[in-house]
């Protein structure tokens, strides 16, 4: 049985950071893509960021580019996300995902394993 569990979510003012992780256990994850998708009241969930496998390439969502870097570390097991410059906007329930994900326009996306989802918070 997989888990991906999140933390590090929380409540931050407009130009604050935060850096979410994602801890996987009950298998190694390495040859899964993994990402980021957030989800805020009343709007479908959508992507934010993903990494392939191999950690070699990155894609971002527009609305997070250049403000968001995401990173893996396959020894351990986990996935990061780290936020900076958050503004109002980005206030949503961050999941951490595994799977082949691809880019922001994949029409090929195939999630296998969802973690729970943390809040994130930005106040103006």
């Known amino acids: 049985q997989v888990q991906l569990v999140e933390s590090g979510g929380g409540l931050v003012q407009a130009g604050g950071s935060l850096r979410l992780s994602c801890a996987a256990s009950g298998r190694t994850l390495n040859s899964f893509d993994m990402g980021w998708f957030r989800q805020a009241p009343g709007k479908e969930r959508e992507f934010v960021a993903a990494i392939t496998w191999s950690g070699t390439d990155t894609y971002y969502s527009n609305s997070v580019k250049g403000r968001f870097t995401i990173s893996r570390d396959n020894a351990k097991n986990t996935l990061a996300l780290q936020m900076s410059s958050l503004k109002p906007e980005d206030t949503a329930v961050y999941y951490c995902?595994?799977?082949?994900?691809?880019?922001?326009?994949?029409?090929?996306?195939?999630?296998?394993?969802w973690g729970q989802g943390t809040q994130v918070t930005v106040s103006s």
């Open positions: 995902a595994a799977g082949r994900i691809g880019s922001a326009y994949s029409t090929s996306r195939q999630i296998a394993y």
